[in-house]
């Protein structure tokens, strides 16, 4: 059998950025390359259904025991649009304290005083980058995961929950569950591996929207613009002044929401700012949104109408309305966990998952750690001890089952 390690280091070498400006599906053609690379691995290791959908979706089935409940496992294929993800140079680094020097010749380092999870990592062996590229655990430490999983199942020959599989595409740009087939995935429940570190266990996220703002200005001749020109990019920095500083990514934790400004492009005469609003809370997440709404009908009595424009795009919404009806799914992970001898952490996602909108689609779907670390960056790292641990719970999750039927 393949190490989940040496399968993750197969996976990093392909390139599959998500691209948001893309209309097609999916939005990058590195996705489909992995996703037919998957296919015909899985079908080498028995799974003998499996298949890439026209719109480059990857599912298969490990059959099980007859009578026990079909269980989804799913990950997604596409890396973050936030960092590089072509030419990644993996590093794997004995780790024994201290700070990591990931690129001599740049003098990059990855310093415990700056990513404190580092402290918690001594002794084990941690797959790092070059300095360069984000690394890309998230998320295929979670595909390795869970075709290491799939191949324990099919050679232990011990009987065993069904276990479906599903790779999406274009998770990080929000569209990995658009043209998923819940109806023929026939999963009762299922589980993304697309959590961070050892132990997470999530079935709260935020509710999320992305939000373009577009400002026209008026261009003139420096020379004769006194009280003619209206610089649109002034306007976009007055804008952005206007939300709150106690808002942004950096100030918040927990279940505080934030303003994100992730992009701006911008002449005298249009400027566009890109933000995505995030809160666990619905009712502070609408009024996130009708704030952001509030600031461009201000400035629009201030310097003309049609002078800002805010257009808000929902992505998804907090899963746990979704999951508390049928706490089982999070249970029945927390009793795995703790039977390979890792402590739940049970915490909100700061973040979302294809699972949010699955569990709304009506798959109940709570996400699962990789074990990875800083994910969107160059300073991505992921254990490999921490890997295996999640194998050892995924499969002891389908077996584990047999002792659970009835119960649910």
């Not at 703002?213 to 990019?233: D, E, F, M, T, Y």
């Not at 952005?240 to 303003?259: M, N």
């Not at 949010?356 to 779907?365: D, E, K, Q, W, Y």
């Amino acid at each position: 059998m393949e190490t989940v390690s040496s399968r993750f280091l197969r996976y990093v070498g392909f390139p599959t950025r998500s691209d948001e400006a893309s209309a097609s599906c999916p939005s990058t053609p590195g996705q489909r390359t992995l996703g037919a690379a998957l296919v015909e691995e899985m079908k080498a290791m028995g799974i003998r259904d499996a298949f890439m959908d026209d719109n480059g979706y990857v599912y298969g089935t490990v059959p099980g025991t007859p009578g026990l409940p079909v269980i989804g496992l799913i990950a997604h294929m596409d890396t973050s649009p936030d960092c590089s993800g072509e030419n990644i140079h993996p590093q794997v680094v004995a780790y024994n304290g201290g700070d990591i020097c990931l690129n001599k010749e740049l003098d990059i380092w990855l310093r415990e005083s700056e990513h404190p999870s580092l402290l918690r990592n001594q002794g084990k062996h941690l797959i790092v980058t070059d300095g360069m590229t984000l690394l890309g655990a998230d998320d295929k430490a979670g595909i390795a995961e869970i075709l290491t999983a799939a191949e324990r199942l099919l050679s232990s020959g011990k009987p065993h929950a069904t276990l479906r599989i599903a790779f999406t595409p274009d998770e990080e740009i929000g569209r990995g569950a658009d043209l998923f087939d819940v109806s023929a995935f026939g999963a009762d429940y299922a589980y993304t591996v697309d959590g961070g570190s050892l132990g997470e266990l999530e079935y709260e996220n935020f509710n999320a929207a992305g939000c373009t703002v577009s400002i026209r200005g008026i261009n003139i001749h420096p020379g004769s613009a006194k009280g003619k020109l209206l610089n649109s990019q002034h306007i976009a920095m007055e804008f952005h002044t206007l939300l709150p500083v106690h808002q942004r990514p950096e100030a918040t934790e927990g279940y505080e929401g934030f303003y994100h400004l992730i992009g701006m492009k911008g002449t005298v005469e249009e400027t566009t700012l890109s933000y995505i609003i995030r809160d666990h809370d619905m009712e502070k997440f609408t009024q996130k949104k009708e704030f952001v709404t509030a600031l461009g009908d201000f400035l629009n009595q201030k310097y003309g109408e049609g002078t800002v424009t805010v257009t808000l795009r929902d992505n998804y919404y907090n899963m746990r309305s979704q999951i508390e009806p049928c706490m089982y799914v999070v249970e029945r992970a927390k009793k795995a966990m703790e039977a390979v001898s890792i402590t739940p952490k049970v915490n909100p996602i700061r973040g979302g998952t294809d699972g949010a909108r699955l569990s709304f689609m009506g798959l109940p779907c709570p996400n699962i750690f990789t074990g990875g670390e800083n994910f969107h960056g160059r300073f991505e790292y992921i254990p490999v001890e921490d890997m295996e641990k999640c194998v050892d719970l995924l499969t002891t999750m389908l077996w584990s089952v047999l002792d659970e039927q009835g119960k649910t």
